[in-house]
């Protein structure tokens, strides 16, 4: 019994390393996004993808890379943490209804 | 830009009571109009979708209102249960090139239900 999952869970890095977040998901939804969660801002769109190998930007994507080399993991890199980035990282898949999107239990990530 | 917003940062209601979470919007190009629900520690969850020519539509225990108008949406929520405390979330959507959509939220509203 999978779904969409996440991990890590929790992270706590320091500024300018690297950091990568998995999603995964068993459903073989061709839609996946990325948002960031900070209080006051709800949920903001860092980057989606409609399938393996198609990516675009979303409403924040600057300091993020993101690749899909296979249907069922997007993953998020941040190639240089800053301190800015410190948020709750939620990944989300879609299937036939595109206004339903399944979301992961979300990432904490703290940037020291 | 376009901007989807909250009338109030908290709604405490006494359970079984009914509940009104409304939000305002600002694009009326949008296809549709989504209410997500995100309980402590959890990522957000669909509860309904009203298409943008509609004016109510009714899930269970839930009643969406899409006011073109004054492009106002609010979410109803009947005999309001513990269960329901979360934060509500409006979302509108984006059309993207090749189907699928792209949801722009609102801010969201904490929604406490008193015993």
């Known amino acids: 019994d999978a779904g969409i999952t996440q991990s890590p869970r929790y992270k706590i890095t320091e500024t300018g390393r690297q950091v990568t977040l998995m999603c995964h998901q068993t459903?073989?939804?061709?839609?996946m996004f990325w948002y960031r969660q900070d209080l006051g801002h709800g949920l903001r769109l860092i980057y989606y993808?409609?399938?393996?190998?198609?990516?675009d930007k979303g409403e924040v994507p600057d300091g993020y890379v993101v690749s899909r080399s296979k249907t069922e993991n997007f993953p998020l890199t941040l190639e240089s943490a800053t301190r800015s980035q410190t948020s709750v990282y939620f990944c989300?898949?879609?299937?036939?209804?595109?206004?339903?999107?399944?979301f992961g239990p979300g990432t904490r990530l703290t940037v020291l | 830009g376009e901007s989807v917003g909250l009338h109030l940062p908290t709604l405490s209601v006494q359970e079984g009571d009914n509940s009104i979470i409304n939000c305002a919007y600002s694009?009326?190009?949008?296809?549709?109009f989504i209410w997500y629900k995100q309980e402590s520690g959890k990522g957000p969850q669909f509860i309904i979708d009203?298409?943008?020519?509609?004016d109510k539509r009714q899930g269970q225990r839930v009643t969406v209102l899409l006011n073109k108008t004054v492009k106002h949406l609010s979410l109803q929520i009947a005999a309001t249960q513990p269960g329901d405390s979360a934060v509500y979330f409006c979302?509108?959507?984006?059309?993207?090139?090749?189907?699928?959509?792209?949801?722009?939220f609102g801010t969201g509203t904490q929604l406490k239900v008193e015993l």
């Open positions: 993808s409609a399938a393996a190998d198609i990516t």
């Open positions: 989300a898949s879609t299937g036939r209804n595109y206004n339903e999107q399944f």
């Open positions: 694009n009326s190009a949008s296809d549709y």
């Open positions: 009203i298409r943008s020519n509609m």
């Open positions: 979302a509108e959507t984006l059309v993207l090139t090749g189907g699928g959509n792209k949801l722009t």
């Open positions: 459903w073989s939804h061709s839609y």
